[in-house]
T-cell receptor, first 112, second 115 residues
Framework: SQQGEEDPQALSIQEGENATMNCSYK?????LQWYRQNSGRGLVHLIL?????REKHSGRLRVTLDTSKKSSSLLITASRAADTASYFC????????????FGAGTTVTVRA | GAGVSQSPRYKVAKRGQDVALRCDPI?????LFWYQQALGQGPEFLTY????????KSGLPSDRFFAERPEGSVSTLKIQRTQQEDSAVYLC?????????????FGPGTRLLVL
């Protein structure tokens, strides 16, 4: 992708384990947003991290941002079956911040 | 409060037909966005409105695609002479601000299948 990559493409874990997925980008950003999408549904916003922030938490979610490496990671702790979904990072580019750029996402399957 | 709603949720069209997809943003949201999501891919930006003004339509794939938001609230995405490659989920999003840089709130999408 011209805007960056997400990895892994797919992740299968046991309930209770942690899940980590990564997002890279190529051009400077205002912020980076993480979304979740359940099969056949719309995107649900999880966390927005600004370019001057390094880490944010929301419940069992932790997001980090390393602007020197142009990368971000999303950690889901103590996963549950309900966390099974696709996770997307969306880059908000400098100067055209409204034009979110999504990768292909990471599909997470949590086994009971 | 109510989120972003879209209708219809599913649409099957024969190749060559025109379709119209509707988006009702969250009440009072200034910015509205349309995205296209192909199977197994992330959403791709189509167009951006600030109130009734279409400020960016750079993502519309061809001149068969047209979007409007005449009163600054409800928006319609129209696809003329549909082709099979138009099959995708069309997502609408909105946010309160005029700059559009903050969190975007997405609707459930319209799944379009062109036969």
């Amino acid at each position: 992708s011209q805007q960056g990559e997400e990895d892994p493409q797919a992740l299968s874990i046991q309930e209770g384990e942690n899940a980590t997925m990564n997002c890279s980008y190529k051009t400077s950003i205002n912020n980076l947003q993480w979304y979740r999408q359940n099969s056949g549904r719309g995107l649900v916003h999880l966390i927005l991290i600004r370019s001057n922030e390094r880490e944010k938490h929301s419940g069992r979610l932790r997001v980090t941002l390393d602007t020197s490496k142009k990368s971000s990671s999303l950690l889901i702790t103590a996963s549950r079956a309900a966390d099974t979904a696709s996770y997307f990072c969306a880059r908000s580019p400098i100067n055209i911040g409204y034009k979110l750029s999504f990768g292909a996402g990471t599909t997470v399957t949590v086994r009971a | 409060g109510a989120g972003v709603s879209q209708s219809p949720r599913y649409k099957v069209a024969k190749r060559g037909q025109d379709v119209a997809l509707r988006c009702d943003p969250i009440s009072g949201h200034v910015s509205l966005f349309w995205y296209q999501q192909a199977l197994g891919q992330g959403p791709e930006f189509l167009t951006y409105f600030q109130n009734e003004a279409q400020l960016d339509k750079s993502g519309l794939p061809s001149d068969r695609f047209f979007a409007e938001r005449p009163e600054g609230s409800v928006s319609t995405l129209k696809i003329q002479r549909t082709q099979q490659e138009d099959s995708a989920v069309y997502l609408c999003a909105s946010n309160p601000g005029g700059g559009g840089q903050e969190t975007q709130y997405f609707g459930p999408g319209t799944r379009l299948l062109v036969l």
